[in-house]
C-alpha cells in the first residue's frame, strides 16, 4: 500500500486518518452525549476528562490530516462524475473539515471559559483560551452541542453519498478509501464479466 495519495486513490495514511477519526467521533459522541447524566463524583470527573481528551486528539489529527492533504493532494474524482456533483461534494468535506476544527475548539473555549484546567490524557497542561466568562460559557456550550449535531446530519449525508457512489453509481469513490481489495466496485465486476465474454468463458 503506497502512504501518498494518486490520481485514482487515497494513499494509507489518508485512510488511516480517516478511519481513525471517524471511530473516535462515534466513541466521544457516545461518551458527550451520556456523561451529564453520570452521579457526581471522581468517574464523572474521568470520564469528562477522557472526552476533553479523545477531543483535543481530534483537533490534532484534523491539523495533521489537512497537512497531509496540502503535501499528499487527493485523487481525481471518480470518472465520469457530473461537475456539480463534484462541487456539492467538495464543499460537503471542507464544511466536514470546519467542524473537525470547531467542535473542539468550541469544547476549549466551554472549559476554559469556566476556569477548570485541562490537560491531554493527564500528560499535558493545556492552557486556557479564553477569559473566565459566565455568557461566553453559555454560548460556547450551545455552539459546542449544536454543531455536533450538524456534523452528525452532515457526515450521515456523506456517509450516504459513500454508499449511493458504491452501490448504484458502482464506482470506486469508497473502494478508495479503503485499503485495495477490501471491497470490489461495481466496475471491477463489469470489466470481469466483459473479460470473460472476450476470452470465451461466459456461460
Ligand atoms: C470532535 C470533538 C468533539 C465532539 C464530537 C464533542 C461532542 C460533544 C457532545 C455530543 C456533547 C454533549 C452535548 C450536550 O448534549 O449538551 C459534548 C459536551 C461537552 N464537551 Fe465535547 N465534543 C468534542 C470535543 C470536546 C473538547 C476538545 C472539549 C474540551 C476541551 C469538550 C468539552 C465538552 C464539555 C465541557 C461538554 C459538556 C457541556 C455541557 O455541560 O453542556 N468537547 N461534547
Ligand atoms: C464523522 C464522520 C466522518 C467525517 C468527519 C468524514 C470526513 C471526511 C472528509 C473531510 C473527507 C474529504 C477528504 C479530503 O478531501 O481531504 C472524506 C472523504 C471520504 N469519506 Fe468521510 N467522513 C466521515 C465518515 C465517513 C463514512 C461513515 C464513510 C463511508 C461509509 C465515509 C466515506 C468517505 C469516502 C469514500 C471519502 C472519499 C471521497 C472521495 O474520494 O471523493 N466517510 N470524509
Known amino acids: ?5 494518486t490520481d485514482d486513490r487515497w494513499g494509507g495514511l489518508s485512510q488511516l486518518l480517516h478511519w481513525t477519526i471517524v471511530v473516535l467521533i462515534l466513541v466521544i459522541a457516545y461518551i458527550g452525549l451520556t456523561m451529564g447524566d453520570l452521579p457526581n463524583g471522581p468517574d464523572k470527573i474521568r470520564t469528562y476528562a477522557l472526552h476533553k481528551s479523545i477531543g483535543i486528539t481530534i483537533l490534532g489529527l484534523a491539523v ?3 497537512l497531509w ?3 499528499a493532494g487527493t485523487p481525481k474524482p471518480a470518472p465520469g462524475t457530473p461537475h456539480l456533483q463534484e462541487r456539492l461534494a467538495s464543499l460537503m468535506h471542507w464544511a466536514l473539515y470546519a467542524l473537525l476544527f470547531a467542535i473542539p475548539i468550541s469544547g476549549w473555549v466551554v472549559n476554559s471559559s469556566a476556569g477548570f484546567p485541562l490537560q491531554w490524557f493527564g500528560l499535558v497542561n493545556l492552557p486556557a483560551i479564553v477569559e473566565r466568562s459566565r455568557e461566553l460559557h453559555e454560548a460556547a456550550e450551545e455552539a459546542h452541542e449544536l454543531m455536533f449535531w ?3 446530519l452532515l457526515a450521515a449525508a456523506h456517509a450516504g453519498a459513500a454508499f449511493y457512489h458504491h452501490i448504484f453509481q458502482r464506482d470506486a469513490t469508497l473502494a478508495r478509501m479503503l485499503p485495495k481489495g477490501w ?3 461495481g466496475e ?3 470489466a470481469d464479466t466483459s473479460n470473460d465474454k472476450d476470452s470465451g468463458h461466459a456461460a
Open 1 to 5: 500500500m503506497t502512504l501518498k495519495n
Open 64 to 66: 495533521l490530516r489537512l
Open 69 to 71: 492533504r496540502f503535501y
Open 150 to 152: 450538524l456534523l452528525a
Open 183 to 185: 471491497l470490489r466496485t
Open 188 to 190: 471491477a465486476v463489469l
